[in-house]
T-cell receptor
Framework: ETGVTQSPTHLIKTRGQQVTLRCSSQSGHNTVSWYQQALGQGPQFIFQYYREEENGRGNFPPRFSGLQFPNYSSELNVNALELDDSALYLC???????????????FGAGSRLTVL | AQSVTQLDSQVPVFEEAPVELRCNYSSSVSVYLFWYVQYPNQGLQLLLKYLSGSTLVKGINGFEAEFNKSQTSFHLRKPSVHISDTAEYFCAVSDPNNNDMRFGAGTRLTVKP
């Protein structure tokens, strides 16, 4: 089975720009979660998508938004980039249909965003 | 909301020595507990999880962890480490009633020859 794949692996943006990160979930998984991992810190929950709708959100401003597509792949969009948005962005997929907290997250290798 | 504290940011040990990485959590409800490992330039990989039942949980690569409800701890142990165990280790807690898994800040394990 294929794992979670993310693209791009690295990218550099400037303040005020917008960025889109992409994630393909593991085969058989229908739920996607996004995390931000700043340097030297643990991952912080951004939001989760299930059945193409947001299904939980962490403490992130509205300029962080997402999408989930019918094939369960997902996008993370960040508008009006700030220097503090520089981080590794991790996508994780899981199953079954409803997240109960007990399901294991399968992580991708991440997209490293640098904002200058 | 639940939270996790990893008490040591860095743990250096020599090869074949035992190691313990400490994790404490806080929550007002029953929780699920996890340990993940992150190798350089990679995503997180599950080592083990505690959902219910036996408080001693065995995972991959010879790691195990013990859930202690009275001390709200979930420390990770390995009796003999290898150079290849050098990585960042994250303790995580999730609440069965929401979709938010909280991670600790991580412990950098460095195994020296």
């Amino acid at each position: 089975e294929t794992g979670v794949t993310q693209s791009p692996t690295h990218l550099i943006k400037t303040r005020g720009q917008q960025v889109t990160l992409r994630c393909s979930s593991q085969s058989g998984h229908n739920t996607v979660s996004w995390y931000q991992q700043a340097l030297g810190q643990g991952p912080q929950f951004i939001f989760q998508y299930y059945r193409e709708e947001e299904n939980g959100r962490g403490n992130f401003p509205p300029r962080f938004s997402g999408l989930q597509f019918p094939n369960y792949s997902s996008e993370l969009n960040v508008n009006a980039l700030e220097l503090d948005d520089s981080a590794l962005y991790l996508c994780a997929s899981s199953s079954p249909a409803t997240y109960s907290g007990a399901n294991v997250l399968t992580f991708g290798a991440g997209s490293r965003l640098t904002v200058l | 909301a639940q939270s996790v504290t990893q008490l040591d940011s860095q743990v250096p040990v020599f090869e074949e020595a035992p190691v313990e990485l400490r994790c404490n959590y806080s929550s007002s409800v029953s929780v699920y507990l996890f340990w993940y490992v992150q190798y350089p330039n990679q995503g997180l990989q599950l080592l083990l999880k505690y959902l219910s039942g036996s408080t001693l949980v065995k995972g991959i690569n010879g790691f195990e962890a013990e859930f202690n409800k009275s001390q709200t701890s979930f420390h990770l142990r390995k009796p003999s480490v290898h150079i290849s165990d050098t990585a960042e280790y994250f303790c995580a807690v999730s609440d069965p009633n929401n979709n938010d898994m909280r991670f600790g800040a991580g412990t950098r394990l460095t195994v020296k020859p």
